[in-house]
């Protein structure tokens, strides 16, 4: 079958129970687009997946014939296009969310706080790039209420492609800080690729919800076009507070205009430092302005816990373990270093793994944080080349290996932060802790 456009596309989703681009992953009822790497090509499993049951396979390679093959130029790009045709079905908002940091918990926190109110489709996992946005937008069921799209990035100009995709009625950027920095050409160059969802808002008449109390943000969202609702401060609540200068303590709320106006008692919550602070902020203003009722949304912030490798915390037989390894970057480790170092642990110990695709920022991000360490009082091993070459710790491990090794040697009593790129695959210490 030739491709017309997208509307052949999707009636054949239509006719299926979703998409898939695994070819691991089919099965009977499933739409399969063959996608291509730079080391695999899907098209060809594209007869095994109809071998399996898929409905049918797309595929950009002439060559594969059989039934239920169904020929594109692109592969990727009429996954994206029937992504696209498929979102435009919806009068529901769509949100779209990006930021150097805390996308993803923050992400979490608006599902459950919208949850309590509306049927809510959100990005899972990190899904978030120019595949996985569209995979999300199509895992969209017709009964949605609230999409929330989350948004990444590591160049100018992919935040702008997902938004031609997701076509987001209402955003919200977290922060602009130093991660990335080598595709996005420095900071400056993080804080244009960030403002791409700003841009799109305005263009498009969209609504973007601006945490007031970052200069960043309030300038880069001075658009013409976009309505802008800041949040964030007493100026501009809703605004969120801890009673006490310690990093766990509870928090008070307010959506009107001063701290006599809390939204109820002092809320006890699972999420300590300022940054989840700002996290649950932003959680707020969203639930807030999408109708749900004050008490929905302290029950849903007083409900959550950590997403999995983003500050949750292990107990084991010797240690207690702050896991946060899913991703790093400067601005980011800086942040949860403070926020550990406050915490007043019994001998805490940060581990820190290397942080990559900083490009020519390498030397000084690493030793920014390995200083930020020091400034606070904290023992600072750390572990990877980068770090090695640019910043030795307290202690200094060219690889996991050797950073095992002395672990097994008898590290007990302690509380330990792990903290480093994905790549580094700091969890893996867990066991050794």
Known sequence: MEFHDASTLLELFDQSVGVTTDSRRCGPGLLYFALKGARFDGNAFAVEAISKGCTAAVVDDPSIKGEHIVHVPDGL???????LAHRRRFRAPVFGLTGSNGKTT????????????????????????????PLTLLAMPLDTEFALVEMGANHQGEIAALCSIAEPSHGLITNVGMAHLEGFGGVDGVKK?????????????GTALCNASDPDLMALSA????????????????????????????????GDAGPGHAAGGPLEVHLHGKHQLAN??????????????????????????????????????????????????????????????????????????????????TATGHRLVRDVARDCGLECWVVGTDFAAHAPGDRTFEDIGALRMA??????????????????RMEALVEDL
Request: hydrophobic residues 40%.
């Open 280 to 361: 649950m902020q932003a959680a707020i203003a969203v639930g807030l302005h999408f109708g749900v009722a004050p008490e929905s949304i302290s029950a849903a912030l007083g409900a959550f816990l950590p997403v999995d490798q983003r500050g949750e915390t292990v107990t084991t037989d010797r240690n207690t373990v702050i896991v946060d390894c899913y991703n790093a970057n400067p601005s980011s480790v800086e942040s949860t270093l403070r926020a550990f170092a406050s915490a007043g642990h019994d001998a805490p110990l940060a581990i820190l793994g290397d942080m990559k695709e900083l490009g020519e920022h």
């Open 106 to 133: 923050t992400k979490e926190l608006i599902r459950a706080v919208m949850a309590r109110h509306l049927k809510v489709h959100a990005t899972e996992g990190n899904l978030n790039n120019h595949i996985g946005v």
């Open 407 to 424: 672990l097994r040697g008898g590290v007990e009593g302690r509380t330990i932060l792990l903290k480093g790129s994905r790549s580094m």
């Open 193 to 205: 690729g960030k403002q791409e969802l700003y841009r799109h808002l305005a263009t498009h008449g």
């Open 77 to 83: 790009q009429a996954l994206q296009q029937l992504a």
């Open 223 to 254: 658009l013409d076009g976009l309505q802008r609702i800041p949040y964030g401060t007493a100026e501009h609540p809703p605004h969120a507070w801890r009673i006490s200068e310690r990093v766990d303590a509870p928090i008070l709320w307010t």
